[in-house]
Structures are given as structure tokens and as C-alpha cells.
């Protein structure tokens, strides 16, 4: 293995455990027959994914009961989001153990978001030249996307890679925050500028290149109507830029010898 690059694998623990438990809740099961199939189809996607991604190292990241920072700062954070329903959540514990039997280690912080967790992980190991793959459906994780590390979306089976941050936003994967910073995003509650959409963001980024020039841009006398609203409204554009962008920099506690795949006893 020493001789192999590394290549570490990234599962998003819950949300493929919640698109799983969707699929079998629509059928005529009980709660805790759902729960049964989950915990199988979880056992069966892992080995799946480990088949395919042939990683060096692989981890499950969960989210804990997170009051995260970014609650802190915008307590509207997420607000109005489905909550997981009451089985499931009663029965993490034994699919985390699923994860286990399957030679993935799991690992769940009280402190901070899997997504932050996920994209320390991912930009840690692409710093040292190795790759990393996420497993998400999460197209949050597009920001980070870069030659050392690439996301998948098992469910849809694709790549969510530059090709498609282009074809779905019009922009690059180094412009989403920025874009996303301008627009907002409901699924988190996250406002951008109002009357600032999708086609008006793209067009602004590919005219200025990021926010930093717009917001310099929208000082100007000239400016034209969109860079009047990002001017009346800069306050909202530069919290929600904060609150979209991943942090890479998180304390793990752990180095990637405890993750290898397969686990391999200590030497």
C-alpha cells in the first residue's frame, strides 16, 4: 500500500443514509422494517462504492447535534428544513455500526459540520498532492472541486464536476461561493441579494470575475441597476458568502494511518 498514491473515499453518512431510508419508507413497511432494509442497502451501497472508487482510505462523516457557528451568526441558518424522521434518527447508531462492519471507519463531531469536516478532509489531502473522492449528492461540495479532488452523486450516477458546475450555474467551481453569495440558497435558508438571480449572478461573475470586484465595481457613479441592489444590499451578499463557504482548516485529531482501507492491524 505504501507504494500506491493515496486516494481517500468520503461518504456523506447521512445524506446517503436519509436517500436510502427515503426509498424504503415509500414502501408498505413498518418503521423498523425500513429501518432493517436501510441498514442492508447501506451494508450493500458501501461495498458498492468501495468496488468501484478502490480508495486507499475511507471515512463516513455525520453530522452530531451541532449548534454550529454558523447558527451563531445567522440563527435563521436552515430554518424550515424536514427533520429526520424520529425512527431513523433513533437508529443511526446501528447503521453507523453498519459502516464498521464494512471496513469504513465513522466519525461524528459535537462541534462542528460534517460539510466543514468533509471539506478539511478533501482539501487536506488534495494540499499533499493525493486524491480525494466525496460521496454526495450535496452540490455544496462543488466549490472545492479541483484536479485532486472530484464528487459523486451515487443516487443520479454522475460526476458533479466542472463540466457540470458549468452547465448548471454558468460559472467555475472557484466563482460557486461568489454566486451562491449573490443568490442565496433556500434548501439553507441562506438569503443573497434580493432581486439578484441565477442569470444576473452569472452574467456579474463572468463580467467582474468575483465579489470583491463587484462590490468595488458597485461604488462606481455608472453602476448599473443588479450592482445598485448588491450596493444597498452588501451587509446580506458578504454574510452569506460566509455562511456558503466551507472551511478547510478544522483540528481533526486523527491522521489518515487510522483510516486506511482495508483496515489493516497496527503495526
Avoid at 462504492?49 to 462523516?61: Q, Y
Avoid at 454526495?136 to 464536476?161: A, E, M, Y
Avoid at 449573490?182 to 467582474?208: D, E, F, M
Wanted: hydrophobic share 40%; glycine share 6%; proline share 5%.
Amino acid at each position: 500500500m505504501s507504494n500506491l498514491r493515496p486516494h481517500l473515499l468520503i461518504i456523506d453518512a447521512l445524506n446517503l443514509i436519509r436517500r436510502l431510508h427515503a426509498v424504503q419508507a415509500q414502501q408498505a413497511l413498518t418503521p423498523a422494517q425500513a429501518l432493517l432494509a436501510t441498514r442492508a442497502n447501506l451494508i450493500n451501497t458501501c461495498k458498492k462504492l468501495l468496488a468501484s472508487s478502490e480508495p486507499t482510505h475511507v471515512i463516513a462523516v455525520f453530522d452530531g447535534e451541532v449548534h454550529s457557528w454558523r447558527k451563531e451568526i445567522y440563527p435563521a441558518y436552515k430554518e424550515g428544513r424536514t427533520p429526520m424522521p424520529a425512527e431513523l434518527r433513533d437508529g443511526l447508531a446501528d447503521l453507523q455500526d453498519a459502516f464498521w462492519e464494512s471496513g469504513v471507519d465513522a466519525l461524528l463531531s459535537q462541534t462542528d459540520e460534517a460539510d466543514d469536516l468533509i471539506a478539511t478532509l478533501a482539501s487536506g489531502i488534495a494540499q499533499h498532492g493525493a486524491r480525494a473522492t466525496i460521496i454526495s449528492t450535496d452540490k455544496g461540495f462543488c466549490q472545492l472541486i479541483c484536479p485532486q479532488i472530484q464528487i459523486r452523486d451515487h443516487f443520479n450516477k454522475r460526476w458533479l464536476d466542472a463540466a457540470f458546475v458549468q452547465q448548471q450555474y454558468g460559472v467555475t467551481p472557484d466563482q460557486l461561493v461568489d454566486f451562491w453569495a449573490l443568490t442565496g440558497i433556500g434548501g439553507s435558508n441562506i438569503k443573497g441579494v434580493p432581486g439578484i438571480g441565477p442569470k444576473t449572478a452569472t452574467a456579474l461573475l463572468l463580467q467582474h470575475g468575483n465579489l470583491a470586484a463587484l462590490l468595488n465595481a458597485c461604488q462606481q457613479e455608472e453602476a448599473g441597476k443588479p450592482l445598485l441592489k448588491l450596493r444597498q444590499h452588501q451587509a446580506e451578499a458578504l454574510l452569506a458568502q460566509r455562511l456558503v463557504r466551507l472551511q478547510r482548516d478544522i483540528p481533526l485529531g486523527f491522521n489518515l494511518r487510522e483510516i486506511r482501507y482495508p483496515p489493516q492491524a497496527d503495526e
